[in-house]
């Protein structure tokens, strides 16, 4: 049985993929159970390749530039496994990340994802945590939605620490078609027909550099950041009131 980890990257990017891939080969799963590593290159230049480890574990592919989005959703073809788990080029995951997403999920069949506490990686490699983390145990449907919209559109939980179940994934279209927040609709949307999970224990170091998408100006114009939240909302509001629960009967 395997787990799908997903990654999407760019050239500016690509050299973190070693440290991705050594947080990777530092997880622990149970018998039975691997992880198989998803690369999509958002584009189909020459920079990422060279940083790929060579291992029979790991799938590259190329494609089009369209986003981290696209990307994924892209990867999403060679994602033969029961679950997906999301790790950014620049972020690693501690040891026993998965273990945990896996148990908790194999645990309780009435929960479609899981989602872990972050820390901050900073670029002298000291980590800085983030205030408000919920308790750990299960995310009741709507509550994401209602913490991110009385919040500043700031989610309870990170969206990059995601691992959910391949089938639910598909079934709501992989990642928002937005140059960005699409991982956030994602989680919105999860949480609009399914129960969630969050741990306590840190299961995300999400890199802070100078190249990473969400520090460029683009990121936080106010007229597209506007659209971008208005359509993450009516998909989530949406979807709510389609009632269609996870797993159905639920």
Not at 19 to 48: F, K
Not at 160 to 169: G, H, I, N, P, T
Request: hydrophobic share 45%; net charge negative; aromatic share 8%.
């Amino acid at each position: 049985m395997r787990i799908v980890v997903v990654t999407a990257v760019h050239g500016p990017s690509a050299r973190f993929l070693p440290e991705a891939y050594t947080s990777l080969c530092d997880q622990g799963l149970p018998e039975g159970w691997e992880w198989h590593w998803v690369i999509q290159e958002d584009g189909e230049g020459a920079d990422v390749r060279p940083y790929v480890p060579g291992d029979a574990r790991v799938t590259f592919r190329q494609g089009r530039a369209g986003g981290p989005g696209v990307a994924r959703t892209v990867a999403l073809a060679h994602a033969e496994g029961a679950y997906v788990k999301v790790l950014d080029a620049d972020d690693r995951l501690p040891p026993g990340t998965l273990a945990r997403d896996l148990a908790a999920l194999e645990g309780d069949r009435s929960l479609g994802w899981a989602t872990s506490r972050a820390l901050d990686l900073l670029p002298d490699g000291s980590t800085v945590g983030f205030p408000g983390d919920p308790e750990q145990g299960p995310i009741e449907r709507g509550s994401v939605l209602e913490h991110w919209k009385a919040n500043g559109f700031l989610a309870p939980v990170h969206p990059a620490s995601l691992f959910v179940r391949r089938e639910l994934l598909l079934a709501l279209g992989g990642w928002m078609a937005l140059p960005a927040s699409e991982d956030t609709g994602l989680l919105l949307a999860l949480n609009a027909v399914s129960r969630g999970w969050f741990s306590g224990e840190v299961g995300l170091l999400y890199r802070k550099w100078e190249g990473q998408v969400t520090g460029q100006k683009a990121h936080t114009d106010r007229a597209e950041r506007a659209a971008r939240m208005a359509v993450v909302e009516a998909r989530a509001r949406a979807l709510a009131g389609l009632r269609w629960p996870f797993p159905v009967g639920h």
